[in-house]
């Protein structure tokens, strides 16, 4: 399963970003290989819109799911709307959240 993990490093090491629109990277995980790829959210300058246009990244990115601390409304309808599930309040670092993911812990 391809997972998306919103960090404020580009490393597995990073701590969970505690907002989706304006984290400062996406790690998309493979939780089989723990192989991922780290992007850095474009969307976090802009001036309007950061949420949906972060939810359009990940999605263009075929992620079935978004671990983060907390998302807003619009971001959320967004990434439902793509077929995207969303685990939020989610603090540590993303070896961490997967781990708790991988084990089924975070709903």
């Known amino acids: 399963m391809k997972i998306c993990i919103c960090t404020i490093g580009p490393d597995l090491n990073s701590s969970v970003d505690q907002v989706f629109g304006r984290c400062s990277y996406f790690l998309f995980v493979d939780t089989e ?31 079935e799911m978004v671990i983060v601390g907390n998302i807003g409304p619009n971001a959320l309808t967004t990434l439902e709307q793509s077929g995207i599930k969303v685990i939020s309040g989610v603090s540590g670092t993303a070896k961490e959240a997967l781990e708790k993911f991988k084990r089924g812990e975070l709903k």
């Open 33 to 63: 290989t723990e192989e991922f790829k780290a992007i850095e959210n474009e969307a976090k300058e802009a001036m309007g819109g950061a949420g949906i246009a972060a939810a359009q990244t990940v999605a263009n990115e075929k992620a």
